[in-house]
């Protein structure tokens, strides 16, 4: 059973940096596409970024380019997220989220119905 925890969330100021972390377990790590979801209040559950399975293809939602980098480490079960320069409009839930399908393209990368298991999510609060 695949099992994702979040960490390393919290409050920040306005560019201030903050890394996210998803420890899984309960499968195989390296076979499955990864993502990075966040969802604010009175808002729909958008993608941010999204990984395939070897790190060699990434997607990011435009707002976050420049600033966020998703990275995994298949040897330690885990995903990362590197948020910089964060901006009051970050503040959200962060959800991660595991596939087993190929996700091919960044629309389908960004399908929360692409995913088969989430986390539980972790709270990021950005304050000006």
């Known amino acids: 059973q695949v099992h994702l925890v979040e960490s390393g969330g919290g409050s920040v100021q306005a560019g201030g940096s903050l890394r996210l972390s998803c420890a899984a377990s309960?499968?195989?790590?390296?076979?499955?596409?990864m993502g990075w979801f966040r969802q604010a209040p009175g808002k729909e559950r958008e993608g941010v970024a999204s990984?395939?399975?070897?790190?060699?293809?990434?997607y990011y939602t435009d707002s976050v380019k420049g600033r966020f980098t998703i990275s995994r480490d298949n040897a330690k079960n885990t995903l990362y997220l590197e948020m910089n320069s964060l901006k009051p409009e970050d503040t959200a839930v962060y959800y991660c989220?595991?596939?087993?399908?190929?996700?091919?393209?960044?629309?389908?990368?960004?399908?929360?119905?692409?995913?088969?298991?989430w986390g539980q999510g972790i709270q990021v609060t950005v304050s000006s």
């Open positions: 990984i395939y399975t070897r790190g060699s293809t990434t």
């Open positions: 989220a595991a596939s087993a399908y190929v996700l091919g393209g960044r629309e389908i990368a960004f399908r929360t119905d692409s995913y088969n298991s």
């Open positions: 309960g499968y195989t790590f390296s076979t499955y596409y």
